[in-house]
């Protein structure tokens, strides 16, 4: 699933933590396990702006594991560390 993009949103850069912000607010708002798929549609959706499905899957790899914000339930899929 591919997010499409309105003609609203725009090409802004985001400021230093507000992909993190918003990765974390979309996870415990589902309150489940998502695909990186998901979380970039609502990472976009929440943010009103163009965020590259790179900069998440690459934010969520890096910060994945123990003492880290995210864990990885499956291929591709990803909660909230507890």
Do not use: W
Request: aromatic content about 4%.
């Amino acid at each position: 699933m591919l997010a499409t993009m309105p003609t609203s949103q725009s090409n802004r850069r985001q400021q230093p933590g507000e992909v993190r912000d918003a990765i974390i607010a979309v996870l415990r708002d589902a309150g489940r396990p998502m695909e990186v798929e998901e979380i970039h549609a609502a990472v976009t959706n929440r943010l009103r702006a163009k965020v590259p499905a790179s900069s998440i899957r690459s934010y969520l790899g890096l910060n994945c594991g123990q003492g880290k914000h995210f864990e990885r339930v499956g291929r591709g899929a990803y909660k909230l560390s507890r």
